[in-house]
T-cell receptor
């Protein structure tokens, strides 16, 4: 089992640039989550998809952030334009939605916006 | 609204001793699950243990056990026979059917195991 795959592992960009983070969930999982982790705010849920449909995006900080899930095996989180305060580790996680079950996390993307 | 509280920002434990990491939660949901995750310095999130709100027995996974006290709304993690590799951040989290299964995390406890 390949697990949740995120790319890139590290991203360094300049303020104002567009950043796209990618995620491939575990095959067969129909729920996908994007989290952001910072020292100040801990782990924050940004958005949650179920069967490729966004269910809860109340955690998305502002319009500069957008997320898509065009199919069951791929999701993107885009920041445009990026700002230094977006620097964080972004995690993707997946699970099945047939009851309460554990989340499987990817290795995360360390984003640094200069 | 759901809330997870971890009141211990950091803890020390001597190698081979047991340690308890505290977690309290707040919810009005009837059916929910409680989780603990470990995050070592390498950054990945590792699932440790799960307790369902209707489970009568406390969950155990090897050296990990979850001390579930429903009336007190607490779900403390007990690590027995601590090892140096247990040094990490530990996060308590909660999910419920009423909140569409999204997992909400506490602020975490950093555990350092002394040799």
């Amino acid at each position: 089992d390949a697990g949740v795959i995120q790319s890139p592992r590290h991203e360094v960009t300049e303020m104002g640039q567009e950043v796209t983070l990618r995620c491939k969930p575990i095959s067969g999982h129909n729920s996908l989550f994007w989290y952001r982790q910072t020292m100040m705010r801990g782990l924050e849920l940004l958005i949650y998809f179920n069967n490729n449909v966004p269910i809860d995006d109340s955690g998305m900080p502002e319009d500069r952030f957008s997320a898509k899930m065009p199919n069951a095996s791929f999701s993107t989180l885009k920041i445009q334009p990026s700002e230094p305060r977006d620097s964080a580790v972004y995690f993707c996680a997946s699970t099945t939605s047939d009851g309460i079950s554990k989340l499987f996390f990817g290795s995360g993307t360390q984003l640094s916006v200069l | 609204a759901q809330k997870i509280t971890q009141t211990q920002p950091g803890m020390f434990v001597q190698e081979k001793e047991a340690v308890t990491l505290d977690c309290t939660y707040d919810t009005s949901d009837q059916s929910y699950g409680l989780f603990w995750y470990k995050q070592p310095s390498s950054g990945e999130m590792i699932f440790l243990i799960y307790q369902g709100s209707y489970d009568e027995q406390n969950a155990t996974e090897g050296r990990y056990s979850l001390n579930f006290q429903k009336a007190r709304k607490s779900a403390n993690l007990v690590i027995s026979a601590s090892q140096l590799g247990d040094s990490a951040m530990y996060f308590c989290a909660m999910s419920s059917m009423d909140s569409s299964y999204k997992l909400i995390f506490g602020s975490g406890t950093r555990l350092l195991v002394r040799p």
